[in-house]
């Protein structure tokens, strides 16, 4: 059963009014089995969804390709899987724009890469059947060092932001320093940073930690909101033209405590370009919708007090905490969380998900750095 709470949080004098959400709703559940990895998602105009699969799904281990499904809203997978020739390293978020799929080769649980990649394609909806292109790679490197990223966060002028996975809660923001080149490394800039604080939201594979980590990104095709979600939580933004950085310095219209799933790593706004749409990886994983009320609805009432949904289990509502009233005691226990939790999940993750290497012999060649062969990373 799902359980949501919801924090709104007052807005900036001159801000947008905060954004009232929920219950939420399961939308579907995906019965395909070689769909068990779902690390990013994107809602397309029709409602139809876009998924692409983590690294090295594991009902094709040995895959070397980009895999993205797409699916109606009952889940039902439209003309198969859309695979793309390109062996990545650890595709972790989907961002569409203007035509145009970005694969976000982020993923690093052990900091060692020398660059990451993000992968675009050229994918038109009226035309699903379409040939498929030659992926094109653009690699980037850090200007501090490795770091563990999921989400991506794609502005409306086609600038790409990625968001970092930070053990404390304080994700980086980088977009790259210069025009994205397909020819050579291309440096990232660090241009903002966000803090997260501990919820009290319930859920994940790794119990108080998660609330911190960050796990996927997107921005409405309107252009008018981003979102970051943790393993427990979304997170919204007000977006103007394209400064992304500069929204996520602002403070978020709203904070939505997510349906418990075993690894929420999933996040895009629906088709009306405010209410939210999440999944999670494993077999069956389910496709929540959670709605945003309407700015002219007059039976909303932001200063109300979240009703339980009927449906759910005792207990309800599990409320979010405001990041600004979480005590001393409660932080402490989330960093032991994050330090031992975290790495022992890390390992067990590692280790099950080791595959063979595959070498690629192709022009594009795979996205990792150069002589380096492709191997499967963790989530």
Aim: proline residues 9%; aromatic residues 6%; glycine residues 10%.
């Amino acid at each position: 059963m799902l359980c949501l709470g919801l924090l709104v949080i007052a807005a900036p004098a001159g801000a947008e009014s905060p954004v009232d959400y929920g219950p939420p709703t399961s939308q579907c559940t995906i019965t395909d089995p070689e769909i068990d990895e779902l690390s990013g998602l994107v809602t397309l105009p029709s409602g139809d969804l876009l998924l692409v699969e983590d690294s090295a799904p594991e009902p094709r281990p040995g895959a070397t390709s980009v895999l993205m499904y797409r699916l109606d809203s009952t889940c039902a997978v439209q003309d198969g899987v859309v695979e793309f020739d390109q062996d990545p390293r650890d595709i972790e978020d989907l961002a569409f724009r203007d035509n145009t799929v970005w694969f976000a080769d982020i993923g690093d649980n052990g900091e060692s890469r020398d660059n990451v990649a993000l992968i675009t394609a050229a994918y038109d909806p009226l035309d699903p059947q379409a040939e498929e292109s030659v992926p094109v790679v653009f690699r980037l490197a850090y200007p501090d060092g490795p770091h563990d990223a999921e989400a991506l966060l794609l502005a409306p002028d086609g600038t790409p932001y990625i968001v970092t996975k930070d053990l404390l809660g304080q994700s980086g923001v980088y977009r790259p320093a210069g025009e994205l080149d397909p020819a050579g490394e291309v440096a990232l800039e660090k241009v903002a940073e966000v803090e997260f604080a501990m919820t009290g939201t319930p859920g994940g594979p790794i119990g108080r930690a998660g609330q911190l980590l960050v796990t996927g990104g997107a921005v409405t095709a309107d252009g008018s909101r981003i979102a970051l979600r943790t393993y427990t939580d979304a997170y919204v933004w007000s977006l103007s033209g394209s400064d992304v950085a500069g929204a996520l310095q602002e403070e978020p219209v709203a904070v939505v405590a997510l349906p418990d799933a075993p690894q929420g790593e999933a996040i895009s706004f629906a088709s009306d370009s405010r209410g939210l749409i999440v999944g999670s990886e494993g077999v069956d994983s389910v496709i929540t919708a959670v709605p945003a009320a309407a700015p002219d609805d007059p039976t909303a009432d932001p200063s109300a007090e979240p009703t339980a949904d009927p449906t759910a289990e005792s207990g309800g509502v599990a409320e979010a905490t405001d990041a600004f009233e979480t005590s001393p005691a409660t932080v402490t226990a989330g960093l032991i969380a994050v330090a031992v939790v975290f790495g022992v999940i890390w390992l067990i993750r590692r280790m099950r998900r080791k595959r063979p290497l595959v070498q690629r012999d192709s022009d594009q060649g795979g996205v990792g750095e150069e002589g380096h062969p492709q191997g499967a990373e963790g989530h």
